[in-house]
T-cell receptor, first 111, second 114 residues
Framework: GENVEQHPSTLSVQEGDSAVIKCTYS??????FPWYKQELGKGPQLIID?????GEKKDQRIAVTLNKTAKHFSLHITETQPEDSAVYFC??????????FGKGTTLSVSS | DAGITQSPRHKVTETGTPVTLRCHQT?????MYWYRQDPGHGLRLIHY???????DKGEVSDGYSVSRSKTEDFLLTLESATSSQTSVYFC?????????????FGQGTRLTVV
């Protein structure tokens, strides 16, 4: 089955800096890669996603890049703000049926 | 917010007792999932369903069973709870079709097995 590795497990940045979180996946047949943000006491929420026929996608301060050959994808957050502090999860869609998640990255943005 | 309700939200139970968690959706989504979240392990898939009475195992299915008798309800049962099943359990729903691939999560159920 699919295996998703995520790094780093924790990330601390100053407000205004950029943050990058990286993930690798094992199943070359996976074709959908979402990123979720989880705030304390809540369920994860989708913030951005990318499909295998696209190399990059942006939404305001957030961008995701995908390298199918290397089987890795990354989340980029620019101009970080304290409200970006949360746990971020990457995921890959296994066999078109279920999302397999990485272990998460705790992002702390200090002002 | 997507119409997903998990019940109960919190539960404390004793080792060896059966426990059933319920996920109810009002979105008529085909796919439903149960994940558990533990520190250092992220979200791990327990079981999922792709239709009424159609279910499959996930990464960590041992000790768990599921049932889906109606589109809107997906039940997770711990036949004989153990302390290793202390966790936060999340239900998720999705259509996984075309542009409707997003998975929506419930608020979670915190289960403590003592």
């Amino acid at each position: 089955g699919e295996n998703v590795e995520q790094h780093p497990s924790t990330l601390s940045v100053q407000e205004g800096d950029s943050a990058v979180i990286k993930c690798t996946y094992s199943d070359s047949a996976s074709n959908y890669f979402p990123w979720y943000k989880q705030e304390l006491g809540k369920g994860p929420q989708l913030i951005i996603d990318i499909r295998s026929n696209v190399g990059e996608k942006k939404d305001q301060r957030i961008a995701v890049t995908l390298n199918k050959t290397a089987k890795h994808f990354s989340l980029h957050i620019t101009e970080t703000q304290p409200e970006d502090s949360a746990v971020y999860f990457c995921a890959a869609l296994q066999a078109g049926t279920a999302l397999i998640f990485g272990k998460g990255t705790t992002l702390s943005v200090s002002s | 917010d997507a119409g997903i309700t998990q019940s109960p939200r919190h539960k404390v139970t004793e080792t060896g007792t059966p426990v059933t968690l319920r996920c109810h959706q009002t979105e008529n989504h085909r796919y439903m999932y149960w994940y558990r979240q533990d520190p250092g392990h992220g979200l791990r898939l327990i079981h999922y369903s792709y239709g009424v009475k159609d279910t499959d195992k996930g990464e960590v299915s041992d000790g768990y069973s599921v049932s889906r008798s109606k589109t809107e309800d997906f039940l997770l049962t711990l036949e004989s709870a153990t302390s290793s099943q202390t966790s936060v359990y999340f239900c998720a729903i999705s259509e996984l079709g075309g542009q409707r691939t997003e998975a929506f999560f419930g608020q979670g159920t915190r289960l403590t097995v003592v």
